[in-house]
Nanobody, 124 residues
Framework: QVQLVESGGGLVQAGGSLRLSCAAS????????MGWFRQAPGKERESVAA????????YYADSVKGRFTISRDNAKDTVYLQMNSLKPEDTAVYYC?????????????????WGQGTQVSVTS
């Protein structure tokens, strides 16, 4: 059984920063690609960023390129999402997810385990 626990969400003013963490337990973390997704009220869940098993490849949605950075520490079984220059439209529940494979995929159906989510709220 794999468990993913997100932390680091909160309330921040526009232009501010937050760092989300996702701690994994269970099967070998370092073998799997990881992703961050978000879902705003009334909207579909969307992919924000993804990282390959080694950290050598990353993906970013156009809406967050240049502002968000995904990284991982396989020694700590943790993936991070550094979010800078936050905008009100970044407000959403953010989820981390594990992909049953080492390479990056973007779509939510490609991921099999999900965290419970952490709320990020950005005020103008």
């Amino acid at each position: 059984q794999v468990q993913l626990v997100e932390s680091g969400g909160g309330l921040v003013q526009a232009g501010g920063s937050l760092r989300l963490s996702c701690a994994a337990s269970g099967r070998t973390f370092s073998s799997y690609a990881m992703g961050w997704f978000r879902q705003a009220p009334g909207k579909e869940r969307e992919s924000v960023a993804a990282i390959s098993w080694s950290g050598g490849s990353t993906y970013y949605a156009d809406s967050v390129k240049g502002r968000f950075t995904i990284s991982r520490d396989n020694a700590k079984d943790t993936v991070y999402l550094q979010m800078n220059s936050l905008k009100p439209e970044d407000t959403a529940v953010y989820y981390c997810a594990r992909r049953p494979g080492g390479s990056i995929r973007v779509g939510a159906p490609e991921y099999d385990y999900w965290g419970q989510g952490t709320q990020v709220s950005v005020t103008s």
